[in-house]
């Protein structure tokens, strides 16, 4: 079989991989290799809340976002429950309730044609002296100047380049149930006994989504313990349309970011950008993406130093997240929040 020779090869077309595809400057020959296809296979796991800082990101890159993407209805407050302690309390949100699918087809859609665009999943890559090949499970093999790592919480790119570093990660398990709530509502649960992470549910287009993110070990049986926990507080689950789970990282320290070296680089959460205090990650996925595509613009030699110095705000944004996570994940801290009601708003 014949092997390709490009600039740039971007494993993964998430918002990461995407993003990055769209703005990388043309002189560049460059490919990305996503294994999601339009309407059957892979489709990640997520919540499909578009954040504030996310709708920034998007702002930033001047795009508007076609309806067709949104989930209905739209939802102005999550309510948030602790179990240990039973306090309830709400709090406003902006999120945009979109159907993630869509969004990260969307994303991609916005490639311009001059990037190559396969399907296929990446088996291995090796390096040699004049950059990377790569190798599919079908057999086709690319050769790259450049390698991008935009393959998510499960990156063979980090694993092969940082073979040493384990990164905290979760399972998560997301289930789909027909709607049965009178009025669709967005939840944070905080439930000590089952994890020491947060699940959420969301309502969307007449399903409810229950997910949350568990400690490897035992991770199927606290879900099912938790969700019958939740019975007390109105849940009502009924049987399952749809289960789904997958690695989500949780990066505990500010050194569990890894940016890339040798002329291969993370992006999105394959470098560890994810939030650790609520598990968001669509604005660092595009953010990081950004920060490449303007590393790429320059001239500079030593690309891997320069997209180091141009992340330390979000490595920073991701340490101010982990030293935010005792005020929400200690059970005496956060009843002390919630008990004092900052921030919390009425809920008729
Ligand atoms: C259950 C769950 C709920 C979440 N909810 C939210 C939410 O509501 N809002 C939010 O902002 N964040 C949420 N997150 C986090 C968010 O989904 C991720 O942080 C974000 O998707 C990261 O984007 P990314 O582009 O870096 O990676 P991903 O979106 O994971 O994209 C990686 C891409 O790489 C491809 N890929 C992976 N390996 C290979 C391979 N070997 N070969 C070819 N292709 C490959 C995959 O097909 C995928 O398309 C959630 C995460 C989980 C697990």
Redesign the pocket.
């Known amino acids: 079989m014949k092997s390709e020779c490009y600039d740039i090869l971007i494993?993964?077309?998430?918002?990461?991989?995407?993003t990055l595809a769209r703005l990388l400057p043309k002189k560049y020959r460059v490919i990305l290799?996503?294994?999601?296809e339009k309407d059957s296979g892979?489709q990640?796991?997520?919540?499909?809340?578009?954040?504030e800082d996310?709708q920034r990101s998007l702002a930033q890159l001047n795009i508007t976002m076609p309806k067709d993407i949104l989930a209905d209805p739209q939802i102005f407050s999550v309510k948030t429950i602790d179990v240990e302690s039973g306090l309830i309390r709400h709090y406003q949100r902006t999120?945009i309730n979109l159907d993630?699918h869509k969004f990260?087809m969307w994303l991609l859609s916005l490639i311009p044609d001059n990037v190559e665009k396969t399907n296929?999943?990446?088996?291995n890559f090796s390096i040699n002296e004049k950059g990377y090949t790569v190798e599919?499970f079908d057999g086709r093999v690319f050769h790259t100047r450049y390698l991008v790592g935009?393959?998510?919480?499960?990156?063979?790119v980090r694993k092969t380049l940082y073979p040493n570093k384990t990164m905290p990660s979760y399972v998560?398990i997301?289930q789909s149930f027909r709607e049965q709530h009178k009025t669709p509502f967005y939840s944070c649960i905080f439930d000590k006994k089952t994890s020491d992470c947060c699940s959420?549910s969301?309502s969307k287009d007449d399903v409810l989504i229950f997910?949350g993110?568990f400690a490897p070990q035992n991770c199927r049986n606290d879900f099912e313990k938790q969700k019958q926990r939740l019975g007390k507080y109105g849940f009502r689950f009924g049987k399952p349309i749809k289960t789904?789970a997958?690695?989500?990282l949780r990066p505990k320290s500010y050194f569990d970011i890894c940016t890339g070296k040798n002329r291969a680089f993370l992006?999105?959460?394959?470098a560890g950008?994810?939030s650790p205090s609520s598990?968001?990650?669509?604005?660092?996925?595009i953010d990081s993406a950004i920060l490449l595509a303007e590393t790429f613009a320059l001239q500079s030699k030593n690309k891997e130093k320069k997209y180091l110095r141009k992340t330390f705000h979000l490595r920073l944004k991701i340490f101010k997240k982990i030293i935010k996570c005792p005020f929400m994940y200690h059970p005496m801290l956060r009843k002390l929040v919630m008990l004092s009601g900052f921030t919390s708003i009425d809920v008729k």
């Open positions: 494993i993964g077309g998430g918002p990461a991989g995407a290799i996503d294994k999601k892979f990640k796991p997520c919540g499909g809340l578009l954040s996310a999120y993630r990260d296929g999943i990446v088996r599919l935009a393959d998510g919480a499960n990156s063979i998560a997301q959420w969301i997910g993110a789904e997958c690695i989500v992006i999105g959460e394959a950008f994810i598990l968001e990650g669509i604005s660092f996925a």
